[in-house]
């Protein structure tokens, strides 16, 4: 089953921070964040294992709480660079395909 | 990381006829993917390519739609048989290279026009 994203859009002036969630009805053995920008594949961002730890890569950081079954991506201090489509994959097993989210649009304007 | 490239990068085809998208990544991995990117959409899973055996496709993908080829740990090919317009779409290959992490990492992907 399909994880949820939220928001489906969001806008964002340089310097703002932004939290994109994602949530699935499965439990979860991992959840993957990739980011997309039109044209592109998508790149990696992060990937959190089940446990519920939290990961950072530069202003960019993600959560993952296994109880509830979410992951939420953290964006602060936001960049131009930021901009694109940010989906989660996730997986529900020890496995390795992946299951993604509908995404979420992100655009920072200066 | 990993460095995958794919062929072609973008072609038109005539409804009806066949293509074959490769995926070469530049050293061995564990696990070879290949998803489906609709216009404006997500990522679609269409099957994971196994290594001396038949490919394990997703529910509403069929092999003789999408036949799948791993003849090594370092390349698959993705067929699209028999296409229609509804197969216009951008086909990406990923891999997992294992060892421990399980990162996945995606090719630049293909895309493909059916008229």
């Known amino acids: 089953q399909q994880p949820v994203q939220s928001p489906q859009a969001v806008i964002l002036r340089e310097g703002e921070d932004a939290v994109i969630n994602c949530s699935s009805s499965k439990a979860l053995y991992s959840v993957h964040w990739y980011r997309q920008k039109h044209g592109e594949a998508p790149v990696f961002l992060m990937i959190?294992?089940?446990?519920?730890e939290q990961k950072g890569h530069e202003k960019i950081s993600a959560s993952f709480n296994e109880k509830k079954q979410q992951s939420s991506l953290y964006l602060t201090a936001s960049q131009l660079s930021y901009s694109g489509t940010y989906f989660c994959?996730?997986?529900?097993?020890?496995?390795?395909?992946?299951?993604f989210g509908k995404g979420t649009s992100l655009l920072v304007t200066p | 990381s990993a460095v995958i490239s794919q062929k072609p990068s973008r072609d038109i085809c005539q409804r009806g006829t066949s293509l074959t998208i490769q995926c070469q990544v530049d050293?061995?991995?564990?696990?070879m993917f290949w998803y489906r990117q609709q216009p404006g959409q997500s990522l679609t899973l269409i099957a994971t390519?196994?290594?001396?055996?038949?490919?394990?496709?997703e529910s509403g993908f069929v092999i003789d739609k999408f036949p799948i080829s791993r003849p090594n740990l370092t390349f698959s090919t993705l067929t699209v048989s028999n296409m229609s317009p509804e197969d216009s779409s951008i086909y990406l290959c990923?891999?997992?290279?294992?060892?421990?992490?399980?990162?996945?990492?995606f090719g630049p992907g293909t895309r493909l026009t059916v008229l």
């Open positions: 050293s061995q991995v564990t696990m």
């Open positions: 959190l294992l089940k446990g519920g």
């Open positions: 994959g996730t997986v529900a097993n020890s496995g390795y395909a992946l299951n």
């Open positions: 990923s891999v997992v290279r294992g060892g421990g992490t399980d990162t996945q990492y």
């Open positions: 390519a196994n290594q001396g055996s038949e490919a394990t496709y």
